[in-house]
């Protein structure tokens, strides 16, 4: 991935953070964004002591104008995009149908699913402009497929991604540039250690992972390689495509 660019939402945690760091390894220069502008400075920092190209731009998925601006940063600072990864994502507040707020509902489609909307918007629109195709990986989850109580905001942000991501990539397939969505199970990261403190560490232990093939949690790392792999060019017929690393968890529920 020599001189390839890729570009990170929600990089200044979990599955983002270790996103950029794998495509730095691979050798492409990132564009690391998120809300949290000091992490995205240290994990910069990290990148170029490293010998890495990085650099970060502070960015709220769920406005227009501020996804504008990233991918305007990116193609200022390094000229292109090759490779986008919208990863950006919340878990938001749980409730029952009849008490969930309307504020908590909004904001979770605000960012997981409009900010999907937004970032594809900015960042197909670079893609074609250059001419050199490009890879889009969305992040999903297995609550792209499965529901739970209490979760509906959360599930339905993460379903609509299937239909996004399927139609964006009969648009943009016919110009050259793969659209896909990554689905994760369990993956040990700031959001499932605070998903963990809600649920309890007995339902985590002995009633989720249990089910899970392999019974154990993804390290964020783990997924970082197969979004890796989604967007290079080992992957250059899959599109429209939904790719589960759940470590079996979907089958077994
Ligand atoms: N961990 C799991 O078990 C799991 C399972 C399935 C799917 N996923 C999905 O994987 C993705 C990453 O989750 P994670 O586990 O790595 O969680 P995380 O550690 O909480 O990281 C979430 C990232 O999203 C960023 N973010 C949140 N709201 C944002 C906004 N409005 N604008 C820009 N950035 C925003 C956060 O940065 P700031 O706070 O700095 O903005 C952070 O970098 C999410 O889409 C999540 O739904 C996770």
Known sequence: MKDKVALITGASSGIGRATALAFVRKGAKVIVSARRGAELDELVKEIEADG???????????????VE??????IEVFGRIDYAVNN??????????TDLLEADWDQVMDINLKGVFLCMKY??????????????????SVNSFLGFPTGSAYVTSKHGLIGLTSSVSAELGPKGIRVNLLCPGVVDTPM?????GIAGDDLYDKGLLPTVHLQRAAQPEEIAKSIVFLCSDDSSYITGSTLLTDGGLT???
Request: aromatic residues 2%.
């Open 52 to 66: 890495g190209k990085a650099s970060a731009i502070v960015t709220d998925v769920s406005k227009a104008t501020e």
């Open 123 to 140: 960042e197909a629109r670079a893609m074609l402009a250059a001419a050199n195709g490009g890879a889009i990986v969305n992040i999903g």
């Open 192 to 196: 499932h250690r605070r998903l963990r």
């Open 69 to 74: 601006l990233m991918v305007a940063h990116a």
């Open 251 to 253: 089958l077994t529920l």
């Open 88 to 97: 950006a994502g919340i878990e938001g507040n749980f409730g029952s149908v």
